[in-house]
């Protein structure tokens, strides 16, 4: 790895889950596969249309890390092995601390 692997850009990766079981799940496939370094889970509330009709629903949101060059291969990932028939998949490039972003690119 050189030195500039260390200041590429470092990608946030958002899903749901419908509960604590299948995001962990999902969390240790993409670490197992060293896809990823760090995700974090928080529980959410949702409301949204599906099917014509207004829902809501208790989740738990990941918000994962990974390096650009895996993005493409944890949104399969997530598609692949996700519990939802469309499951939500938003990623974004974000801005971190030098420290942060070479430990996101050591992965």
Same mark, same amino acid.
């Not at 260390?6 to 079981?21: A, G, H, M, S």
């Not at 596969?33 to 208790?58: A, D, R």
């Not at 990941?62 to 939500?88: F, G, Q, R």
């Not at 938003?90 to 070479?102: D, E, G, L, M, W």
């Given at each position: ?5 260390? &200041?590429? !850009? ?6 749901? !889950?419908?509960?604590?079981? &299948? #995001?962990s799940k999902l969390a240790d496939l993409l670490l197992k596969e060293k896809l990823i370094p760090c995700v974090t889970f928080k529980n959410v509330e949702s409301h949204f249309w599906w099917k014509g !009709? ?13 390096? =650009?060059? @895996?993005?493409?291969?944890?949104? &399969?990932?997530?598609? =692949?092995?996700?519990? /939802? =028939?469309?499951?939500?998949?938003? /990623?974004?490039?974000?801005? #971190? @601390?030098?420290? /942060? ?7």
């Amino acid at each position: 790895m050189s030195l500039s692997d260390f &200041n590429q !850009e470092i990608y946030l990766v958002i899903t749901t !889950e419908v509960d604590k079981k &299948n #995001a962990s799940k999902l969390a240790d496939l993409l670490l197992k596969e060293k896809l990823i370094p760090c995700v974090t889970f928080k529980n959410v509330e949702s409301h949204f249309w599906w099917k014509g !009709e207004i829902n809501q629903s208790k989740e738990v949101q990941l918000m994962i890390k990974c390096k =650009e060059e @895996n993005v493409t291969k944890v949104c &399969n990932k997530i598609s =692949e092995w996700h519990s /939802y =028939e469309l499951p939500e998949i938003i /990623y974004f490039r974000v801005s #971190a @601390n030098k420290n /942060y972003r070479q430990w996101v690119n050591s992965i």
